[in-house]
Structure formats: structure tokens, C-alpha cells
């Protein structure tokens, strides 16, 4: 079993070093471009406030959800130097749930993109290689996964396991992988047409040393860029979810929760929704920037057509 397990990973060992490679051969080319210069200043800003947020807030308790027995003489203040977001409807440091919004916004997308990969990965490698019966019902599965809203799916979870991380990923893994299935399916199909695979397979190599071998090794990297892609939109899919009342509990330090608190008082206290809101969308941008960058360098048409922008 042991050994069988190794012989799995050795190929996915040199995919992921070649990937490296060609990452890291390319990295100054893209360094090149403005926009993906700007894109990933603003993802390692997120991803840095992600990581120290808790102990750079000034109040992490209220952060966290913990509304202060002063809540009432503190609530819906306006930014000033002591609260520089304001305060929200409790009376909590808007600044300190805004911050801590950002490990909840790169925890759910590290999670749903990485399961949904994997998931995509595999259905699509193996409906490429099996053809027939194989081919023709997991392309059926993906397609019905496809037409499923993730804000559907996240109602039926809501009511079935109640608000909380696990129902806000689950419902968007449900719906996420079918699409990176259906884009590693349509590379491994041309893959599989090539004239080293046809060897291999004549050859007698075993079907799991040719999906990770051949196919997987020249199937990785396009899916990968189209991941980095997506992350924008996952993010704005989960906060929506969150916005609707259907994934985090209230109080979480979610900027979807914290836009949907300050929904009602929108006409008096605007920086309520503002600036979780203004972090959302700076957020999904850094990603869209990155990934939009990555695909145009590896698309020579995109290239060409996009050769006078910055």
C-alpha cells in the first residue's frame, strides 16, 4: 500500500517542481507589468493582515464579536483618531472587524478553491481518459453541477447544519469544482490525443502513471492560473452568501456580515458598510489583477491584444 502510494506522489512531485519552475522563470516577466505589480501588492497586504490582524487591532475582542458594556454611548460613531473606521451599531471598533475580515476572506477562499480544485482535477482527468459511459455521465455531472446557484445550495445547508464556516464552504465547493472539472477535461482531452500518451498507453504503463504523468503534468498549470483567477470571484460569491444571512453567524468578522449590519442604518452611518465594502472590492481586484495577468502571459494571443495596456 506504502509503496503504491509513493509511485501516486512521484509524479505529483515533479509536476509541482516544473510548475515551480516555470513560476519562477516567468516571475520577472511578470514583474514587468503594472497591473500585476498592483495586484500583488494588494494580495500580500491581505494576506499579511490575515496573518497579524489579531495582534495589530486595538480591540480584538470587538473584533471577534464582543460587544463592550459601553456599547450604547459608543454605537454608530463616526471615524475618528480613536475609532478610525468608527463603530458599528454595538458599538464595536469597526477597524478591528474590518482587519479580522481578512483571515475569514483568505480562509474561505484558500479552502474552497484548493477542495474544488482537486475535486476538478480529478473528474476531469479521468472523464478525458475513460471514454464511453465514463466520459459521457461525469460530463453530465458536471454539467448539473454547473446550472446549481451556490446561494441555493447555501439555503438547503443553512437549514439542514445551521449558520457557519462549514455551510458556506460546503455550498461553495458544491458548486465550484464542476467548473475547473469542465476546464481540466477540455485540456486533457488534447492531451490525451498527443502522440506520447498514445505510446505510453500502448507501451502498457498503467492508467494512474499516465493521468499524473502525461496528463496531469501538462494540464496543471492552466487550471492553476485559472484559479488564481477565480479568486476574486469566490470571494465576492461568499460574502454575498454571508450578506444574505446563509453562512456566518452575525456576529462573525466577516465583511459580508458586517455590510448586511449596516444595511439598515446605511443613511446615517455609511461607513458602516463602506469600508468592509471597500475592502471586498480591493480584495477582488489584487486576485483579478494576479490571475488576469497570468493568463494573458500564457496566452500569446492575449498577449498581442493586450500589448499596448500597462
Not at 476572506?105 to 476538478?120: D, F, K, R, Y
Not at 458598510?273 to 495577468?293: C, R
Amino acid at each position: 500500500m506504502s509503496t503504491s502510494i509513493k509511485e501516486f506522489m512521484k509524479p505529483l512531485e515533479s509536476s509541482g517542481k516544473r510548475l515551480y519552475g516555470d513560476l519562477s522563470k516567468s516571475f520577472k516577466r511578470y514583474l514587468k507589468r503594472t497591473r500585476f505589480k498592483v495586484g500583488l501588492a494588494i494580495t500580500v497586504v491581505i494576506l499579511l493582515l490575515a496573518l497579524v490582524g489579531p495582534w495589530i487591532v486595538p480591540y480584538p475582542d470587538e473584533g471577534e464579536g464582543y460587544v463592550p458594556p459601553e456599547a450604547s454611548q459608543r454605537e454608530k460613531q463616526p471615524p475618528s483618531l480613536k475609532f478610525l473606521f468608527g463603530t458599528d451599531t454595538r458599538g464595536r471598533d469597526l477597524f478591528s472587524r474590518v482587519i479580522l475580515g481578512a483571515r475569514s476572506a483568505v480562509l474561505q477562499i484558500t479552502t474552497v478553491i484548493s477542495l474544488s480544485l482537486v475535486i476538478g482535477l480529478v473528474v476531469g482527468i479521468l472523464a478525458a481518459y475513460f471514454r464511453g459511459v465514463v466520459e459521457t455521465v461525469l460530463n453530465y455531472l458536471v454539467e448539473l453541477f454547473i446550472s446549481i446557484p451556490a446561494v441555493i445550495v447555501a439555503l438547503v445547508l443553512r437549514l439542514a447544519l445551521g449558520p457557519g464556516l462549514p455551510t458556506i464552504i460546503t455550498s461553495l465547493v458544491i458548486t465550484w469544482w464542476s467548473w475547473y472539472a469542465r476546464v481540466t477535461y477540455v485540456y486533457a482531452r488534447s492531451v490525451m490525443e498527443m502522440d506520447y500518451v498514445t505510446l505510453a498507453r500502448l507501451s502498457g504503463l498503467s492508467p494512474v502513471k499516465i493521468m499524473t504523468r502525461h496528463v496531469m503534468r501538462n494540464v496543471l498549470t492552466p487550471v492553476l492560473v485559472q484559479a488564481v483567477t477565480d479568486m476574486g470571484s469566490v470571494l465576492l460569491e461568499a460574502s454575498t452568501i454571508n450578506f444574505l444571512g446563509l453562512g456566518l453567524p452575525l456576529n462573525s468578522p466577516e465583511w459580508g456580515v458586517i455590510m448586511f449590519e449596516g444595511l439598515g442604518v446605511l443613511e446615517i452611518a455609511p461607513w458602516i458598510s463602506a469600508y468592509p465594502g471597500l475592502f471586498l472590492l480591493m480584495t477582488a481586484l489584487g486576485f483579478s489583477l494576479v490571475g488576469d495577468t497570468l493568463r494573458e502571459e500564457m496566452d500569446p494571443r492575449l498577449r498581442r491584444r493586450w500589448r499596448l495596456w500597462f
